[in-house]
């Protein structure tokens, strides 16, 4: 008996050992700095000094004062209903094209997960050019079709949107994770469906969704995460030069906070604002997975 | 879990943490380097600036390095960074001279992040306000301090395309912005469309890019002598509106920025070769990037006027600023100092007519380095004709303005200042509001901002 104890122990250590590199990474780099920036929020940072001063919650409550905090979550909040849904619908949809593929799918995989390989700053540029309001292609294509596209970076209205277009051009990682899960769907139920007389727009609501929600659960969590904190983007486009200003419009929150920390070096606020940021996505999250309870459905449970 | 592991982890997070705390609190200790300024400096300077830097920059760093015996320049020839500063001052690791643009003085200065350099000047026979033309010495003061040591002035003027004047019968005196009427105008003749976008703007005023010139021009003031926005300033309204004008009058700003966003600025089918543009405002710098097309443009220039007829310029250069925790401010004094002494601008010009001699075809367009007597100096001595009377002419139009510059006031919430007034720019020209509405809008929000940074500078 102790001795298998021992032997278990002596497992369990050396799993640790494994991923210690880990560990160490994660509470040095993620849980110490998130602590350190927790104690920052209810401080005064004087970066001159490096001291710290209790300053409550004074920050927060300069974070419900300024209108920018305010309109920077309202930009964001904005690209994240936009952004999201046609993630998951594009995504999808390129994933349902790639299964199809046959023979060549390695190949389309591969060329379809390219953009995500891109840096961000290569697709900013070539998105000022894309969504040039008189010359670019995209309003060149819409001309196409009779339709006189928007001035989509200098409208204040078509900022959000332009950018939700440059997220959408990145779009592969979701769809790899959409592809796998697709493959796990039973091909079975599909032959029995059609068998029962049902179409392909039948099978993909009644058989697919429901056989990958798991997947489109995990991508909505990891989307909608990822668009609270979207910054690249804007950043390039509009916020790279420090001596020339924007208009607000293109003020997304992580821009916001990027200024208050690196151009105002008002650590306090600044961290006041990733925490809540940090609450607001909690919420949301939690909202989701509660949601999720009555929409996802999960192999395990039904074995079960 | 096992339960001694589970404590090791638990003991690791905590040890980690209080590392961190404890590595952010230790910095306080570093305190601020001695700040007498003497004549004779010693030791190591550690400068950080000279990014990229050309045959202009080499020569004084090297006149530098021989006027400064017994100092060692350990130099980091990157850009200036906000990020990488504040790493800097927080890791204690601070260089002891830092070359920044001129514009951001203000904020590192209010921040206290900063040296005044009263005494710097003093200690080394430096009288800032003969040395430097007045807007420039502005650029770099705040409360009643000089903060920084200010180099180059790159002043915008409006250069012309005759080509498309002439075809349009627009003479070059007509291009006046004094007399708004007259010039859009100017500009209506010189524009031309195809399906409704535009083809050649005849004028550029690249609103976005000089807000500072078009305002101040017609009276109108964005800061006042305290740091506090004015962006409601009447005269603002009316610069505004003159923009609009002349925007309205080719096409709208959205279309016409549109436009002007696809020119090919720095290549060889730029706006002048391209006759995209009719006039345009630049800043003097962009007559080098036209030297190579000498042949393919037909180049002239007049000053940007105000209201009041008299020529005008807004402009900013970068600058030299010793950080609070400088460890050798004395020495970082003497070598910022030393790059603008007459003698560094002297090697520099020297180095720059070499280069020249060495490229065929070149001209020199001269060096606006922010010191009234080299640039007068520079300008009567080695900047001779190029053979190209409209190059010539653009040459000259620039040194005449350079003189008349003015500063649009430093504030620490300098930054915010000007993303407001980009706002007001934008919802303005867009339409979205009126000019008066959007600028009092503006206003709202940057006293909120400048507030808000007054007082957490009081913190």
């Excluded at chain 2, 007498?36 to 202009?56: M, Q, R």
């Excluded at chain 2, 912005?177 to 003749?189: C, E, I, N, R």
């Excluded at chain 2, 083809?199 to 976005?208: E, I, K, R, W």
Aim: aromatic content about 10%; overall charge neutral.
């Amino acid at each position: 008996m102790s001795l298998r104890m021992t032997l278990r122990r002596r497992e369990a250590l050396a799993g640790y050992a494994f991923i210690s590199p880990w560990i160490i990474g994660f509470l040095v780099f993620t849980a110490g700095s998130m602590i350190y920036s927790l104690v920052v929020s209810f401080s005064r940072y004087d970066l001159l000094t490096g001291s710290i001063s209790p300053a409550g919650a004074e920050n927060y409550a300069e974070l419900l004062q300024d209108p920018k905090v305010a309109q920077s979550l309202g930009n964001t909040l904005y690209y994240a209903v936009l952004a999201v849904p046609l993630e998951i619908i594009v995504a999808l949809a390129l994933a349902l094209v790639l299964s199809r593929a046959g023979r060549a799918a390695g190949f389309f995989r591969t060329v379809f997960y390219l953009p995500k390989m891109t840096p961000a700053v290569a697709t900013a540029s070539v998105f000022l050019i894309l969504l040039n309001g008189n010359s670019g292609a995209i309003n060149r294509f819409l001309r196409l079709f009779g339709i006189e596209g928007p001035q989509w970076l200098v409208d204040p209205h078509w900022v959000v949107p332009s950018i939700v277009i440059m997220t959408l051009w990145g779009v592969s990682g979701t769809m790899v994770i959409f592809l796998a899960a697709l493959n796990t769907v039973p091909r079975e139920l599909h032959e029995a469906a059609s068998v029962d007389g049902a179409g392909p727009v039948r099978r993909f609501f009644s058989i697919t969704v429901p056989m990958i929600s798991g997947a489109i659960f995990f991508n909505v969590v990891v989307l909608t995460i990822a668009a609270f904190q979207v910054f690249d983007q804007a950043y390039l486009l509009f916020w790279r030069d420090q001596t020339n200003a924007s208009p607000s419009s293109s003020l997304f929150y992580a821009v916001y906070l990027f200024q208050q920390a690196f151009r105002q070096f008002d650590f306090g606020f600044a961290s006041a604002m990733a925490w809540l940021l940090f609450a607001i996505v909690l919420v949301i999250t939690l909202i989701q997975v509660k949601l999720s309870n009555r929409f996802v459905y999960y192999e395990a449970e039904a074995r079960s | 879990m096992s339960h001694p592991a589970r404590t090791a982890l638990a003991a690791l997070a905590t040890a980690t943490t209080a590392a961190l705390l404890l590595a952010g609190c230790s910095t306080s200790s570093s305190g601020s380097g001695s700040a007498a300024f003497t004549s004779h400096p010693s030791g190591t300077v550690k400068a950080w600036g000279f990014n990229n830097t050309d045959d202009v920059g080499k020569a004084r760093l090297a006149y530098a390095k021989k006027a400064l015996d017994g100092v060692t320049v350990d130099l980091d020839q990157t850009g200036f960074d906000a990020q990488k500063f504040v790493t800097r001052v927080a890791s204690g690791n601070v260089p002891d001279v830092v070359q920044m643009d001129a514009q951001l003085v203000a904020t590192y200065a209010a921040k206290g992040l900063i040296t005044p350099l009263d005494a710097c000047y003093k200690a080394h026979g430096v009288d800032p306000d003969s040395t430097f033309y007045t807007s420039v010495r502005d650029d770099v003061s705040y409360d009643g301090k000089i903060w920084a040591v200010p180099q180059f002035f790159q002043p915008p003027a409006i250069l012309l395309n005759m080509r498309v004047l002439k075809k349009a019968g627009v003479s070059a005196d007509q291009i006046d912005t004094s007399k708004p009427d007259q010039l859009v105008a100017a500009a209506t003749k010189m524009y031309r469309a195809s399906g409704g976008t535009p083809t050649t703007l005849g004028f550029d005023p690249v609103a976005s890019g000089q807000p500072g010139l078009w305002l101040l021009a017609y009276g109108g003031q964005i800061i006042d002598e305290n740091g506090k926005p004015t962006l409601d300033d009447p005269g603002n309204v009316k610069g505004l509106e003159v923009l609009k004008r002349l925007y309205d009058a080719q096409g709208g700003y959205a279309k016409a920025k549109s436009f002007s966003d696809t020119f090919d600025t720095f290549g060889k089918d730029n706006q002048f070769v391209k006759d995209q543009v009719g006039a345009q405002v630049d800043n003097q710098w962009y007559l080098n990037v036209l030297t190579p097309y000498v042949k393919q443009v037909d180049l002239g220039a007049v000053p940007f006027r105000a209201a009041d007829g008299k020529p005008i310029t807004v402009a900013s250069g970068t600058a030299f600023v010793i950080p609070a925790q400088a460890k050798n401010k004395d020495a970082a004094c003497a070598w910022a100092l030393s790059l603008d002494d007459e003698k560094a601008w002297d090697a520099a010009e020297q180095a720059r007519l070499k280069t020249l001699a060495a490229t065929p075809g070149s001209i020199n367009t001269g060096l606006f380095t922010g010191l009234p007597k080299v640039d007068q100096k520079i300008h009567s001595s080695y900047v001779k004709s190029s053979g190209n009377a409209g190059f010539d002419q653009a040459i000259s139009t620039y040194y005449d303005i350079v003189g008349s510059g003015r500063s649009i006031g430093t504030s620490p919430a300098g930054q915010q200042i000007q993303t407001e007034l980009q706002n007001a720019l934008q919802s303005a020209l867009l339409g979205t509001k009126t000019p008066k509405a959007a600028l009092a809008a503006a206003q709202k929000s940057a006293m909120q901002a400048y507030e808000q940074v007054t007082k957490d500078n009081g913190k």
